[in-house]
């Protein structure tokens, strides 16, 4: 009985690994001042990233969300019925003596289909513009760490 239990484990999580999924993570190697904007979204949700017990070692410029919803396509009675988002932000990282080390617009796109009521449409729209948020935090994070071990 405890093999069967090891084996539907194992597969479990080779399945879970395997389609993307991974547990959110704090980036514990590094610490960087967030410099923004007030009420910026995307500052607040990358500030949660770095280990605040660490020193800082960058300091991160976030500029200004640039979000787009795009009608994707329209039914038969000329109505949307599926948008693109995109989000971009620029991004410009400097170390402690403020010499530039990255200056780049990060961007990601996602496609939702439209549901019938406004509320959810609304509801699916904040979700989406939210999950490329994370998607390009990642994206940084990936950078930052490669600038990091240098």
Known sequence: MSKINLLAATIII???NSCGFH????????????????HNAFADELQKRFNQDMP??????VGAE????????????????S???SLSVPIKVF????K??????FSANTYLNKMGASQADRLQIEEGYQQ????IIRQLLRKLSKLNEN
């Open 56 to 61: 800082q070692t960058l300091v991160v410029q």
């Open 132 to 135: 490329l948020r994370h998607l």
């Open 23 to 38: 547990a959110p993570y704090k980036n514990s190697a590094m610490n960087a001042s967030i410099a923004s904007s007030r």
């Open 100 to 105: 530039l080390l990255l200056s780049q617009t």
């Open 66 to 81: 640039n979000q787009n919803q795009r009608t994707a396509s329209y039914t038969s009675s000329n109505e949307a019925s």
């Open 95 to 98: 170390n402690q003596h403020k």
């Open 14 to 16: 080779t399945l879970l």
């Open 83 to 85: 948008y693109t988002l």
